[in-house]
Structure formats: C-alpha cells, structure tokens
C-alpha cells in the first residue's frame, strides 16, 4: 500500500499539492508518514531480534 501511494502521489503533481492544513501539504503529510513507518518497523524488528555480540 505505501508503495501504491507513493507512486500516485510521484505521477500526479496536483495531488501532493493539496494543502492539508496551512502549509501542510499531503505530499509533505505522506512523507512524514513514511518516515514515521520506516522508524517504527526498524525500531520493532530491532526490539524482536537483539544484536549478538562476535
């Protein structure tokens, strides 16, 4: 699904451009939100799967 999203939101310029709140755009919206899923996965497979010391 983000994946999907992502590339309508890369094919059509007008819709990033929606202005969600202020200067808050969706295109910036989504951003955050990608950045705020990639933490969240990397934190949660890190929590799973402790480091192993060599």
């Keep these: 699904m983000p ?3 992502g590339i309508v939101l890369s094919t059509f310029t007008d819709i990033p451009a929606v ?7 969706l295109g910036i ?23 192993v010391n060599r």
Excluded: D, I, K, M
């Design 19 to 25: 202005s969600v709140s202020g200067n808050l755009t």
């Design 29 to 51: 919206l989504w951003s955050v939100l990608q950045c705020g899923l990639f933490v969240a996965t990397a934190w949660a497979y890190e929590a799973r799967h402790p480091a």
């Design 3 to 5: 994946l999907a999203a």
